[in-house]
């Protein structure tokens, strides 16, 4: 295996079409609804545009839910709401279609990917198409040694690299990327501050499960440590990854820039995918612009990782239970702006005579082009949550 160096996704990551976004602006500007009536979802659907390269823009129609799942051992500290190697319980819980993201996927028809970067649990316990990717049984504790070896952290961000190419391939059009850890929001932090240059304090939140003010404290002592051993590394991502990150943060980090090299848009959930975000943008700066911020999940890293990359969050409606959920509730604003970027009438011009995109009279037949959008009750009965990705 040839070394791997992140610094390189520079020169394979190019913008989304600029050319195609001001096409998909003055098309806006002709549309019968007044400019500003959409708010946001015009600057959606111009941004949708230019990532697909179309005027108008293509509906929303092969969306994917992608987790990457994985244990920490820095969770032993007690900083998080759950037990140290719980997070194949997690995992069960989505594909059992029992978790809030298996719920909402079911209800949207969106198939769901699990992969097990680095889940600290026998294998047999979980299906062989979600363990079968393992870069290895944990992280390590970041307060205390490296989260990962050199190899290992390699292995993890090529491992993510090709779960993007295979989602590219399948024809999955807007990936909705979250994640299934125990303890994985106190590494998220720490490479936040690192990258910001921030005390512990000033990243420190209370996680997805919730922790009281004395976890809270060791968490907050945790990342501090952590800091230690991360800024002496702050010139090489990937050895930020291995000392400071985990399996599976390092293949989040390897999906975020593969798919911005393979110009399949991402929907961001809460700090842990934000953090593999900062890293990927130091990495290849051009990339965030294929990403979009789902929610606001409360945690203070996630707010200093987006106003880093100056990613404005579509939602804040305080959901806080991680696994992708924040993000997944945004995908239907997205499909929205697509369809209206697509189906809405132009006006008709001054001699009373529609354009291509409606009638004479201005009402148009709602077609224009676009492709039509279904409910989430046109899902079928089929459960989307599989963990294999192959129920397409």
Do not use: Y
Request: charged share 25%; proline share 5%.
């Amino acid at each position: 295996m040839s070394s791997l160096n992140l610094d390189d996704f520079s020169d394979l990551i190019e913008r989304p079409d600029s050319g195609v976004r001001r096409d998909a602006a003055e098309r806006r500007e002709r549309l019968a609804v007044p400019p500003g009536a959409l708010g946001r979802l015009d600057e959606l659907g111009e941004w949708l545009a230019a990532a697909q390269g179309a005027v108008p823009v293509r509906a929303v129609e092969r969306p994917r839910v992608v987790l990457f799942a994985g244990d920490h051992g820095v969770a032993e500290l007690g900083v998080s709401g759950r037990a140290a190697g719980t997070a194949h319980e997690l995992v069960r819980s989505v594909l059992d279609g029992v978790s809030p993201v298996a719920v909402l996927a079911r209800r949207a028809g969106v198939p769901v990917r699990v992969v097990d970067a680095g889940l600290d649990c026998d294998p047999d316990l979980l299906p062989k198409d979600v363990v079968r990717h393992r870069v290895r049984r944990g992280s390590g504790r970041i307060d205390a040694g490296d989260a990962l070896t050199r190899e290992e952290a390699e292995q993890a961000v090529r491992l993510g690299v090709a779960i993007a190419d295979e989602e590219a391939d399948a024809g999955t059009d807007l990936v909705v990327l979250g994640d299934l850890s125990v303890g994985g929001t106190t590494p998220a932090a720490t490479l936040v501050a690192a990258l910001c240059g921030t005390d512990a304090s000033v990243v420190t939140g209370r996680g997805g499960a919730g922790i009281d003010d004395l976890a809270w404290m060791r968490k907050c002592a945790a990342i501090r440590d952590s800091l230690r051993r991360a800024r002496p590394v702050l010139g090489d991502q990937l050895a930020l990854l291995t000392a400071v990150g985990g399996a599976d943060l390092a293949a989040t980090t390897g999906f975020l820039l593969q798919a911005a090299v393979r110009r399949m848009p991402v929907i961001l959930d809460g700090v842990v995918s934000a953090a593999c975000a900062l890293v990927a943008q130091r990495a290849a700066f051009r990339a965030p612009d294929w990403w979009l911020a789902g929610q606001v999940s409360g945690e203070p890293a996630q707010a200093k990782a987006l106003d880093r990359m100056a990613l404005e969050p579509l939602l804040d409606h305080g959901v806080t239970a991680g696994e992708g959920t924040g993000a997944l509730l945004a995908l239907p604003l997205v499909q929205a702006a697509a369809a209206l970027a697509a189906e809405l009438p132009e006006r008709a011009t001054a001699a009373g005579s529609g354009t291509a995109g409606g009638t004479g009279d201005g009402t148009g037949d709602g077609t224009g082009g676009g492709t039509e959008v279904s409910g989430p009750a046109g899902s079928g009965s089929e459960n989307p949550a599989a963990a294999d990705g192959d129920s397409r």
